[in-house]
């Protein structure tokens, strides 16, 4: 067990709709990255938080957001979903520069 | 840009034999990270190794072992007489730590397979 959770663990929804994928860190660690894991694009990574902040930007496409909120946990949101989101979007947490990972939130678009 | 190659798709063994993961990286930085991650078929990502650029010292964890050669950009993994729960896919990432962040770059993996 990493310490990282995430919910929910399976997401199944259509074309078009809107879908928040939450994850908490480990305790005490400050920043927050998202990844996502798909079979064309293999691992890639989203986007990091630090703290509440912004820190780093990857191939986050712009119908997706994220925010960090002060109690540390996170929130992807994807909208206007398309069936080439369909994915595993992990979420993992770092300390002293190790990056635990969470189990992953698959996600399946019809 | 940094990349990482995993040239090894797949990799079929028997039990007991050994098998290296082959990894390749590219970067400038003079400072970077590498790591190995393990994802079973349960599909989580398991981290097994972190070792800095400045240091070339291999690694021995039980069965694991990890063979960092600056000269060559290589960072294999070598387990020892393999086993049936050894089977995965391994990722081997790069990281850069510009500006506090350590986004990492992933290969494409290598599925190991170990057959009883």
């Known amino acids: 067990d990493s310490g990282v959770t995430q919910t929910p663990k399976h997401l199944i929804t259509a074309t078009g709709q809107r879908v928040t994928l939450r994850c908490s860190p480990r305790?005490?660690?400050?920043?927050v990255y998202w990844y996502q894991q798909s079979l064309d694009q293999g691992l890639q990574f989203l986007i990091q938080?630090?703290?509440?902040?912004?820190?780093a930007k990857g191939n986050i496409l712009e119908r997706f957001s994220a925010q960090q909120f002060p109690d540390l946990h996170s929130e992807l949101n994807l909208s206007s979903l398309e069936l080439g989101d369909s994915a595993l979007y992990f979420c993992?947490?770092?300390?002293?520069?190790?990056?635990?990972f969470g189990e992953g939130s698959r996600l399946t678009v019809l | 840009a940094q990349k990482v190659t995993q040239a090894q798709t797949e990799i079929s063994v028997v039990e007991k034999e050994d098998v290296t993961l082959d990894c390749v990286y590219e970067?400038?930085?003079?400072?970077?990270?590498l790591f190995w991650y393990k994802q079973p078929p349960s599909g989580e990502l398991v981290f097994l190794i972190r070792?800095?650029?400045?240091?070339?010292q291999n690694e021995i964890s039980g069965r694991y072992s990890w063979n960092f050669q600056k000269s060559t950009s290589s960072f294999n993994f070598t387990i020892t007489a393999s086993q049936v729960v050894d089977s995965a896919v391994y990722f081997c990432?790069?990281?850069?730590?510009?500006?506090?962040?350590?986004?990492?770059?992933f290969g494409k993996g290598t599925k190991l397979t170990v057959n009883p």
């Open positions: 070792r800095n650029s400045f240091d070339e």
């Open positions: 993992a947490s770092s300390r002293a520069g190790e990056l635990f």
């Open positions: 305790s005490g660690d400050l920043s």
């Open positions: 990432a790069l990281s850069e730590t510009q500006g506090g962040s350590e986004k990492l770059v």
């Open positions: 970067t400038r930085d003079t400072t970077y990270y």
């Open positions: 938080y630090y703290n509440g902040e912004e820190r």
